[in-house]
């Protein structure tokens, strides 16, 4: 079965500087898809960023950007020049062609003014 | 604007009875999703459909119902069957299901039982 694993429940992050979360997960599939999520105080889970298995070239999305090892199935954000907004719950999530939609349990990250 | 709406946004049920979380879309999406949220965990999915009148189990299906009557509305029901439903809820959708789909989310409910 797939599982997906994020092993930093607390992050901290001065204000301005770069930090990166952790997501590792397990499957025998070879098509499948990423995702990172975060979850502000509201509770509304945003979409940040999102990466198709199949493609080498890791995605990037203004401040935020993936290193995706296939190989290695590691799927860690950074986020750059952190903002006090970037506060969040982030959760990473897989998805496969076979209707499985596996959350991590979530890193909350602090922001350091 | 476009967008996922969930009420209400609190919800208090007594024990035994049932209870129906409404999700209405208007993004035009195919595919609608319910999943609940615990303290430490992350999101497990109850239910979806991927076409009016169709839907299937998630992961943790026992003790919920849904209908998908119409495109825009997927209400889920917890049932008095459902043993620990105390829980926040959300609701997603996305253009089609499948692995490919970005799920959009609503804002949530948290259901309280008293």
């Known amino acids: 079965a797939q599982t997906v694993t994020q092993s930093q429940p607390e992050m901290s992050v001065q204000e301005a500087e770069t930090v990166t979360l952790s997501c590792t997960y397990d499957?025998?599939?070879?098509?499948?898809?990423l995702f990172w999520y975060k979850q502000p105080p509201s509770r509304q889970m945003i979409l940040v960023i999102r990466q198709e298995a199949y493609k080498q070239q890791n995605a990037t999305e203004n401040r935020f950007s993936v290193n995706f090892q296939k190989a290695a199935k590691s799927f860690s954000l950074k986020i750059s020049d952190s903002q006090l907004g970037d506060a969040a719950m982030y959760f990473c999530r897989y998805t496969s062609g076979t209707y499985k939609y596996i959350f991590g349990t979530g890193t909350r990250l602090k922001v350091l003014a | 604007d476009g967008g996922i709406t969930q009420s209400p946004k609190y919800l208090f049920r007594k024990e035994g009875q049932n209870v129906t979380l409404s999700c209405e879309q208007n993004?035009?999406?195919?595919?609608m999703y319910w999943y609940r949220q615990d303290p430490g965990q992350g999101l497990r999915l109850i239910y979806y459909?991927?076409?009016?009148?169709?839907?299937q189990k998630g992961d943790i299906a026992e003790g919920y119902s849904v209908s998908r009557e119409k495109k825009e509305s997927f209400p889920l029901t917890v049932t008095s069957a459902q043993k620990n439903p105390t829980a926040f809820y959300l609701c997603?959708?996305?253009?089609?299901?499948?692995?490919?789909?970005?799920?959009?989310f609503g804002p949530g409910t948290r259901l309280t039982v008293l």
């Open positions: 499957t025998s599939e070879s098509d499948y898809y």
């Open positions: 997603a959708s996305s253009i089609i299901a499948g692995g490919a789909d970005t799920q959009y």
């Open positions: 459909s991927q076409i009016v009148n169709d839907f």
């Open positions: 993004l035009n999406h195919d595919a």
